[in-house]
Nanobody, 121 residues
């Protein structure tokens, strides 16, 4: 079981930026696909971005052009750079590792505890 620990969340105003980090307990990127999900109160968990083993990202339509997923294999760390944040981006953000490379939660069996992002208007 891979241990994932997110950090970097916080409160920002609309238009601001944050960088989320996800530290993995072991080498993950050769064995797993890594992704970011988010869940707002009363809503289902949704995929934000996933990166495959070749470093090719896929983004949800709602964040494309504003968010960037990246990974530092030497540090076993996954990042999510978030720019031009909007109030609708407010959610708990989760890092996940799995054997799939899509934006649905099914198939990801390793999850972090989440980090809260709050965007005020």
């Amino acid at each position: 079981q891979v241990q994932l620990v997110e950090s970097g969340g916080g409160s920002v105003q609309s238009g601001g930026s944050l960088r989320l980090s996800c530290a993995a307990s072991e080498l993950t990127y050769s064995s797993y696909y890594m992704a970011w999900f988010r869940q707002a109160p009363g809503k289902q968990r949704e995929g934000v971005a996933v990166i495959d083993r070749d470093g090719i990202p896929t983004y949800a339509d709602s964040v494309r052009g504003r968010f960037t997923i990246s990974q530092d294999n030497a540090k076993n760390t996954l990042y999510l750079h978030m720019n031009n944040l909007k109030p609708d981006d407010t959610a708990m953000y989760y890092c996940a590792a799995g054997r799939v490379a899509w934006l649905r939660p099914v198939g990801y069996n390793n999850w972090g505890q989440g980090t809260q992002v709050t965007v005020s208007s």
